[in-house]
């Protein structure tokens, strides 16, 4: 005879063991969260597109809560340039791929920690299975083509996708989920010939709202607290000026425009 | 009546400082106040929010009193409003 489910054991979710007790004891006091967000945390899986100067710490900041698996996709060798900012680099590794760098450092730091290295951007041909893999989606991306890219896809599959972007000392992040808020296509429907591949960066600006947005994504994964949730929060770390904004679908939006009510 | 237009991202550089006030007439369009702000900026800053024929960009981003408007034409506005003109961003 099949025993009665136990609700402080929800099928699917991995059991923490010893070590996992250990390691995230001090999050576990935290109210709202407890055994099973923790659980939650590790059966997740999460694609970080970019790991620079706001995904690392985003990478970071998720493995470090307990995340049991990071996709993360970004192509191309360090440069001098980058280490400003992209804090999951290391020197030594300049002229070599910056996803493998990324990937060695997250092992180092958290090793039951799954990393799928990807030394691609996300485009067209490779967002279905990247947001395939995961149940969470945080973009970093540098440019709206690639930003496109995954949010269209995320909102094929029902994904959430965590939007966070930077410039200069300002930053914006909010969260997106397929169905029940604006998607990015609603505020930005077409790529704005404007936007240029360089732009001012402070690595302390892109590291707060990458930790923002690790926040964000725990909150799906986990139910704690209230996400972003058709709220664009805004700020200027130069003047310390934040602001939240309502969004609102777009009529006629070309992704979510028709299919969702 | 008085409305207070803020400028963030790239139209903050351009417009050389983060917030404008603006004396409006009663019963004045959220654009028609956009409008009238650029009007007295350079042509750069102009460019970046509105088309040749003075809508605003589809994909610049208006809020008036922290709710965004996807119609500004037809956005009245009340004395002490602020709005808040955001070009996107996508540095990472
Ligand atoms: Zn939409």
Same mark, same amino acid.
């Given at each position: 005879?099949?025993?009665?489910?136990?609700?402080? &054991?929800?099928?699917?979710?991995?059991? +923490?063991?010893?070590?996992?007790?250990?390691?995230?004891?001090?999050?576990?006091?935290?109210?709202?969260?407890?055994?099973?967000?923790?659980?939650?945390?590790?059966?997740?899986?999460?694609?970080?597109?970019?790991?620079?100067?706001?995904?690392?710490?985003?990478?970071?900041?998720?493995?470090?809560?307990?995340?049991?698996?990071?996709? +993360?996709?970004?192509?191309? &060798?360090?440069?001098?340039?980058?280490?400003?900012?992209?804090?999951?680099?290391?020197?030594?590794?300049?002229?070599?791929?910056?996803?493998?760098?990324?990937?060695?450092?997250?092992?180092?730091?958290?090793?039951?920690?799954?990393?799928?290295?990807?030394?691609? &951007?996300?485009?067209?041909?490779?967002?279905?299975?990247?947001? $395939?893999?995961?149940?969470?989606?945080?973009? !970093?991306?540098?440019?709206?083509?690639?930003?496109?890219?995954?949010?269209?896809?995320?909102?094929?599959?029902?994904?959430?996708?965590?939007?966070?972007?930077?410039?200069?000392?300002?930053?914006?992040?909010?969260?997106?989920?397929?169905?029940?808020?604006?998607?990015?296509? !609603?505020?930005?429907?077409?790529?704005?010939?404007?936007?240029? #591949?360089?732009?001012?960066?402070?690595?302390?600006?892109?590291?707060?709202?990458?930790?923002?947005?690790?926040?964000?994504?725990?909150?799906?994964?986990?139910?704690?607290?209230?996400?972003? +949730?058709?709220? +664009?929060?805004?700020?200027?770390?130069?003047?310390? &000026?934040?602001?939240?904004?309502?969004?609102? #679908?777009?009529? $006629?939006?070309?992704?979510?425009?028709?299919?969702?009510? | 009546? *008085?409305?207070?237009?803020?400028?963030?991202?790239?139209? %903050?550089?351009?417009?050389?400082?983060? %917030?404008?006030?603006?004396?409006?007439?009663?019963?004045?369009?959220?654009?028609?106040?956009?409008?009238?702000?650029?009007?007295?900026? @350079? @042509?750069?800053?102009?460019?970046?929010?509105?088309?040749?024929?003075?809508?605003? *960009?589809?994909?610049?981003?208006?809020?008036?009193? =922290?709710?965004?408007? *996807? =119609?500004?034409?037809?956005?009245?506005?009340?004395?002490?409003?602020?709005? %808040?003109?955001? @070009? @996107?961003?996508?540095?990472?």
């Amino acid at each position: 005879m099949t025993p009665p489910p136990d609700p402080s &054991n929800p099928p699917g979710l991995p059991p +923490l063991d010893a070590l996992d007790r250990e390691t995230y004891a001090w999050q576990l006091r935290l109210p709202g969260f407890g055994e099973q967000a923790q659980r939650a945390l590790k059966g997740a899986s999460v694609l970080v597109s970019r790991v620079g100067g706001l995904g690392s710490p985003v990478a970071m900041e998720l493995a470090a809560a307990g995340v049991g698996r990071l996709v +993360l996709a970004h192509a191309g &060798n360090l440069k001098q340039s980058d280490l400003n900012r992209q804090l999951l680099m290391t020197q030594e590794w300049v002229g070599r791929p910056r996803v493998a760098c990324a990937a060695r450092r997250l092992r180092e730091f958290q090793p039951r920690l799954e990393v799928v290295a990807c030394d691609e &951007n996300l485009s067209p041909a490779n967002a279905a299975r990247l947001v $395939g893999e995961v149940d969470v989606v945080v973009d !970093c991306a540098p440019l709206f083509e690639e930003r496109f890219a995954m949010h269209d896809e995320a909102f094929r599959q029902h994904k959430p996708v965590v939007e966070c972007a930077m410039y200069g000392s300002e930053a914006s992040i909010t969260t997106v989920v397929p169905g029940r808020t604006a998607c990015l296509r !609603c505020r930005v429907p077409e790529v704005p010939p404007h936007w240029r #591949r360089e732009f001012p960066v402070l690595g302390a600006v892109s590291g707060a709202v990458g930790c923002l947005a690790a926040m964000e994504a725990i909150k799906l994964l986990t139910g704690l607290g209230s996400g972003l +949730l058709d709220r +664009l929060l805004s700020f200027d770390l130069a003047s310390m &000026n934040w602001n939240e904004t309502t969004l609102a #679908r777009r009529q $006629g939006c070309p992704v979510c425009g028709t299919s969702c009510g | 009546m *008085h409305v207070t237009i803020e400028f963030l991202g790239q139209a %903050r550089e351009l417009a050389g400082s983060a %917030r404008r006030s603006l004396e409006v007439a009663a019963a004045c369009t959220a654009l028609e106040a956009v409008q009238r702000a650029v009007d007295q900026e @350079p @042509p750069a800053l102009r460019e970046l929010l509105l088309t040749a024929d003075g809508s605003l *960009h589809t994909w610049v981003m208006l809020s008036v009193n =922290d709710v965004a408007t *996807h =119609d500004a034409a037809t956005t009245l506005l009340t004395d002490g409003a602020t709005l %808040r003109l955001m @070009p @996107p961003i996508s540095g990472g």
